[in-house]
RNA sequence: GGCGGGUUGGCGGAGAGGUUACGCAGCGGAUUGCAAAUCCGUGAAGACCGGUUCGAUUCCGGUACCCGCCUCCA
């Protein structure tokens, strides 16, 4: 069986992955807030933990892998972007309001998601779905002592889990040192933080012990790993920005209530995305959301393919070069493997690279290594595994087909441009050569004669204007 | 201030203590009437300063710069 190494950000280095139980491999990953479309740092996580699914089902069977991520659907921005448009002028109910945000949120996060080939976790749990799981888990910290209600809230004393911090490597009275920490009145100690929170009445609330509330964002992760996964499962994911206090606070939640699991034993963080070398805000304008790359032209397979020329663990930078040259490589790689029949199985090459903690860059170059050497079958079977060159995310690359009047045509100036030649009259040959590039008209000559396909911007009255 | 990540050839970007990364661009050649496409070949690197070593871009320390987290922004 292939040796999958990952990097485990709790311990700080490489370790060769050893499921649990190697028929029931358990992955968890934190999923996006539903309120707005997905930005394009939002959809690494989703690309780089899309491979590592594809990889462990290939290693262990699809039917051995679960891959849970969740999605946020209660939170205090989601509920101000429903107020917003209800001061915009929405007569419905904000909890309707907040229902419908929520539900096409989702339904973008999908279409957009899809659209970079990821495919869908096994489950997506909602989070307003297990608001029960997410109390009982609160009423079980209390009774041990790692959770107190006041006025409404329950917090959890963070100074009763010794080993907080130890994920993202601080000190409680570190962090406390250096820090804006909200000092409310309810609480105990600057650290502890929010399980539950008290609602109003228009807003979407929950009855409990301790009044009509919520839940806090980070018992949401906790209660539905473990209702979906268990007590203790193989990898936790999510971005490098959520290792603190996201990541801490779920370990400090899960291992105080169940002391015995474990919870996960590896934990994998990805690194940021910046946009032409800077951090991407709305400020500086170069904001972007996924939806916005489609839009602009950027097939979901190139966007893909622009991500994993990156490995994980490190910064990425979205450039339009980069996207250019992606969508060369794959139109070069799509008419290599066009018609093909995938080998049986990816390379070893290939499955090694990403058996070494999730290499993709590597495994890229061993696609071309693989491409190079003319084992299309091998390109299309291992590429498959990179979630890339899959015939349902080609539309892109298809060259357009030409009616039959236009190809007619075509091949009539083809012929004409032929005679020019064979006539030594250049001037001619050459403007036909211009004119098919202007109009859209790719001519390759080869030994056997000439060959054409369209361009995107095909535009056939240009054609027409030079018979 | 605390914690963490990064710095590789013109650009992007990997692995490995000693032997070609790879891709794009460039250059040379084949092919072509000239091109395009294609094929063949090729130069080019390791932020800076020390240390360990027979030998370091690869290990260790320091410096500079960049980035992230410490604020429920992936």
Request: charge should be negative; aromatic fraction near 8%.
């Amino acid at each position: 069986m292939t040796t999958i190494r990952l990097t485990n950000t709790k311990a700080r280095r490489k370790e060769v992955f050893e499921p649990i139980d190697p028929t029931k491999v358990r992955m968890y990953v934190c999923g996006p807030t539903v309120y707005d479309r997905a930005h394009i740092g939002n959809a690494r996580p989703v690309i780089v933990f899309d491979v590592l699914y594809r990889l462990l089902r290939h290693v262990y069977g699809a039917d051995h892998v679960t891959y849970v991520r969740n999605f946020t659907d209660v939170d205090d921005k989601i509920n101000a972007r429903a107020a917003e448009m209800k001061a915009a002028g929405d007569t419905r109910p904000l909890e309707a309001i907040i229902r419908a945000l929520t539900d096409e949120t989702i339904g973008w996060y999908h279409a957009d998601m899809d659209a970079l080939g990821a495919l869908r976790p096994d489950r997506e749990p909602r989070a307003t779905e297990w608001i029960g799981a997410m109390i009982a888990m609160i009423e079980d910290l209390i009774g041990k002592g790692h959770a107190y209600a006041k006025e409404g809230h329950v917090l959890f004393r963070v100074r009763s889990y010794e080993g907080y911090g130890q994920l993202s490597g601080r000190s409680v009275d570190d962090m406390i040192a250096g820090a804006r920490v909200e000092v409310a009145p309810f609480k105990e100690d600057p650290m502890d933080f929010v399980l539950w929170k008290p609602s109003s009445d228009e807003l979407p609330g929950w009855d409990s012990t301790w009044g009509r509330g919520r839940p806090g964002w980070h018992i949401e992760c906790s209660a539905m790993s473990r209702e979906l996964l268990g007590e203790s499962f193989d990898i936790h994911g999510g971005g490098i920005d959520l290792q603190f206090p996201h990541h801490e606070n779920e370990i400090a939640q899960s291992m105080c209530a169940h002391p015995k699991g474990g919870f996960a034993k590896v934990w994998m963080h990805n690194e940021m995305l910046q946009v032409e070398g800077k951090k991407m805000s709305k400020s500086l304008g170069n904001f972007f959301t996924v939806r916005d790359l489609l839009d602009q032209g950027h097939p979901g397979e190139v966007i893909r393919f622009v991500y994993l020329g990156t490995h994980y663990a490190k910064p990425m930078d979205w450039t339009e070069e980069k996207a250019r040259q992606a969508e060369a490589t794959l139109r070069k790689w799509r008419g290599l493997v066009a018609g093909i029949e995938p080998a049986p199985s990816p390379a070893p090459s290939v499955i090694a690279a990403l058996a070494d903690d999730l290499n993709t860059a590597g495994a890229i170059a061993e696609l071309h290594a693989l491409a190079g050497a003319g084992d299309t079958a091998g390109l299309k079977a291992s590429a498959a595994l990179l979630g890339l060159l899959d015939e349902t995310m080609g539309g892109w690359a298809e060259v357009r087909g030409a009616n039959a009047d236009a190809a007619a045509l075509i091949d009539e100036l083809l012929a004409a441009r032929a005679n020019a030649r064979k006539a030594k009259d250049f001037a001619r040959a050459d403007a036909l050569r211009d004119g098919f590039a202007a109009a859209g008209v790719i001519v390759k000559d080869t030994p056997q004669g000439a060959e054409w396909e369209l361009a995107p911007d095909f535009d056939p009255a240009k054609l027409e204007a030079l018979r």
